[in-house]
Nanobody, 126 residues
Framework: QVQLVESGGGLVQPGGSLRLSCAVS???????????VGWFRQAPGKEREFVAAIRWLSNSPWYGDPPRGRFTVARDIAKDTVYLQMNRLQPEDTAVYYCATGVANHVASLNAYDYWGQGTQVTVSS
């Protein structure tokens, strides 16, 4: 089994920044060439949407529409941890942010991921 634990969420003012962490443990498949760790978010009443992902071995990042150049995804191989740096946050970024891992070609698809964390709340408000 694989466990993912998100952290770093909280309350931030518009224009502020947060860095989320996703610690991956257990019997992971990160050594697979197609292994990826993705970030998704879900606001109340909305579907879960793709935010960003990174290929573990190649360090290739992928970004969805919501970041609009404001987010950066990175990974630390030694710590089995993926980060999501979020800058210039806006109220519409308010959501529960989830990380997930899996082995697939389409990193933006929910179906690409086998394991999910419990999520961390990000609230952007003055």
């Amino acid at each position: 089994q694989v466990q993912l634990v998100e952290s770093g969420g909280g309350l931030v003012q518009p224009g502020g920044s947060l860095r989320l962490s996703c610690a991956v443990s257990g019997r992971t498949t990160l050594s697979d060439a197609d292994a990826a760790v993705g970030w998704f978010r879900q606001a109340p009443g909305k579907e879960r949407e793709f935010v960003a992902a990174i290929r573990w071995l190649s360090n290739s990042p992928w970004y969805g529409d919501p970041p609009r150049g404001r987010f950066t995804v990175a990974r630390d191989i030694a710590k089995d941890t993926v980060y999501l740096q979020m800058n210039r946050l806006q109220p519409e970024d308010t959501a529960v942010y989830y990380c997930a891992t899996g082995v697939a070609n389409h990193v933006a698809s929910l179906n690409a991921y086998d394991y999910w964390g419990q999520g961390t709340q990000v609230t952007v408000s003055s």
